[in-house]
């Protein structure tokens, strides 16, 4: 589980990452990206799918 208010930063350069709701709904995603910038999304609880190479991660994220 992460929690984050706003910008959400990886290590790596991912080659995509995507921000699911709880419903599984895509809400945002991005391409070759360091970050993500959820400022507008409401506080709760989301997922995110990121992917570095062969490697795809999965994360449980709460914003404030």
Known sequence: MILFD?????NANVE????????GKILFSANNTDNLDLTPLNSG???VE?????????FKV???
């Open 16 to 23: 995509f990452a995507k921000l699911y709701s709880l419903q």
């Open 50 to 58: 990121i992917q570095v190479g062969l490697v795809k991660k999965y």
């Open 6 to 10: 706003s910008v959400l930063n990886f």
């Open 45 to 47: 609880v989301y997922f």
């Open 62 to 64: 709460i914003k404030h």
